[in-house]
């Protein structure tokens, strides 16, 4: 009985979500897909912008035109605009210095993407992106629709600017781990 006891407290360190078999996300990128990876000199925005991105993001671009990016270089589990709709949905979020979605009732943002691993139909958007703000933070956002999982390279364009990255568009993969204590 008190050997029961020990071996279940030494066992309580192990237990995880995953010990009582729920899904965990598998995050692999093929290493045929060259995903955009956080630079050893990483951007960082102009004042009054935020320095630091949300957690597993990084800045990517320059201060006339950037973008946050995953640190994994992946978009995995990516829902449906509808129940019906069979293509993947993300937001982009875009910022440049001076931007005022005030003053730009009409933004110059526009999007384009390929699949560069496979033939596939192009990239989806919702057009010129709109003017949005939180606080006093400005920026541009816009919604895309990939057509399949895949390596996809996205370009952004606001007048004569341009950004380009490559993201890594997957299925959610469950995994199962049991632990035997």
Known sequence: ?????????????????????????????PDTCSVTKPADQPFVPPTPHSVKPPRGEFWFGTDRLWTRLPETGAWIGLGHYTPDDPTFRQKLFFWRQGYDAHAETQTKLILSGRRIDAVAPPLQTDGPSTGSRKGDDQFLMTGINFPTIGCWEITGRYGSDELTFVVWVGKKVAVAVAIIC
Do not use: I, N, T
Not at 4 to 28: I, K
């Open 1 to 29: 009985m008190l050997l029961r006891r020990v071996l279940s407290l030494l066992c309580l360190p192990l237990l995880s979500p995953l010990a009582f078999g729920q899904a965990r996300q598998a995050l692999a990128v």
